[in-house]
């Protein structure tokens, strides 16, 4: 059945790059045991504007078996006029919401990618740096439980508003927080339990206890997709090093989550050798974010990236 699967999957792939013309660049297909594996395909582009279609590949796989007229060929046929309409609706939405800041703020979040993989379509974003890790502008167009469809917003945009980078980013980034708001995992309750919900560590009215061994902590988002950004969103690093009593030691395991040490506890340069083996053993090339290791101040309240090539 998993070979059948995967067939189906390069298929769908190539019937799609054939009858759209768009080069494999423009599909991205991710294997996701938590959320279910997607395939991503690049709609449309205009201007700085990039349109995605991400298709649940799972979903249509057993959408496919369990209908013997359809054809692979009538299948993308389905999903092109599907994405079509789609994303002109989400087009005239994003065109709409670049029209002002009031109309953009409520949907502005920020989400991390590496500066080295990403720095030529970077070009025209919005981002702050820090080490080679990016925190990118970007406006949430539609969401769902399964879907979330967004855009990066291009610099001169933020001209046209008449705002301040500085003011957009902490709109976003308060966005971010309560749109994926952070969560501690402990690894032998994700493994009993695959709807294990995280601690809720910023909650004041009931303490929460973090490991003060080298052990770590696993800090992620509800959903735990792209969850790496919870360590930067407001107030939440400055509450684990309270919790912790120390400085922060931060290992980027991938976009999707973030090993936080109490700093006295670890050496950096032995946390980014256990760091480079997590990479290259359980870390999919789409979801590597860093294999530098980033330090937390907690007197200056600023974050600093402490080791090197």
């Known amino acids: 059945m998993f070979d059948e699967y995967q067939c189906f999957v390069e298929e769908l792939k190539r019937e799609l790059m054939q009858?759209?013309?768009?080069?494999?660049?423009?599909f991205e297909f991710q294997e996701r045991e938590d959320s279910g594996d997607v395939l991503t395909?690049?709609?449309?582009?205009?201007?700085?504007?990039r349109g995605f279609c991400t298709m649940r590949t799972e979903q249509v796989y057993d959408l496919f078996r369990g209908r013997d007229d359809l054809s692979i060929k009538d299948l993308v046929r389905e999903i092109l006029k599907m994405s079509e309409e789609i994303t002109a609706c989400e087009m005239d939405r994003i065109q709409e919401s670049f029209s002002s800041y009031e109309s953009a703020k409520e949907n502005l979040f920020v989400r991390l990618l590496n500066y080295r993989k990403a720095e030529k379509e970077l070009s025209d974003a919005v981002y702050y740096r820090i080490g080679d890790i990016c925190m990118v502008l970007c406006l949430r167009v539609s969401s769902s439980k399964d879907r979330l469809s967004s855009t990066r917003i291009p610099r001169h945009v933020?001209?046209?508003?008449?705002?301040k980078r500085e003011e957009v980013f902490r709109d976003a980034l308060v966005n971010t927080y309560f749109m994926s708001p952070p969560r501690a995992y402990q690894w032998?309750?994700?493994?009993?339990?695959?709807?294990y919900p995280g601690e809720n560590f910023m909650?004041?009215?009931?303490?929460?206890?973090?490991n003060q061994d080298?052990?770590?902590?696993?800090?992620?988002?509800?959903?735990k997709t792209n969850g790496a950004i919870a360590v930067f969103l407001p107030g939440v690093a400055?509450?684990?090093?309270?919790?912790?009593e120390d400085d922060l030691y931060l290992a980027f395991t991938s976009i999707h989550e973030v090993m936080v040490h109490k700093a006295g506890t670890m050496d950096p340069a032995c946390l980014k050798e256990i760091l480079?083996?997590?990479?290259?053993?359980?870390?999919?090339e789409q979801d590597f974010l860093t294999d530098q290791i980033y330090h937390y101040d907690r007197t200056k309240g600023h974050f600093s990236c402490v080791t090197t090539e």
């Open 203 to 210: 909650d004041l009215l009931h303490p929460c206890s973090l």
């Open 41 to 49: 395909m690049e709609c449309t582009s205009s201007g700085s504007t």
């Open 158 to 163: 933020i001209d046209d508003w008449g705002c």
């Open 188 to 195: 032998e309750k994700i493994l009993r339990d695959p709807d």
């Open 214 to 223: 080298q052990q770590g902590n696993c800090i992620s988002t509800v959903g």
């Open 276 to 284: 480079t083996d997590t990479i290259r053993e359980a870390t999919p």
């Open 19 to 26: 009858a759209t013309g768009k080069p494999e660049a423009c």
């Open 238 to 244: 400055a509450r684990l090093s309270n919790l912790l």
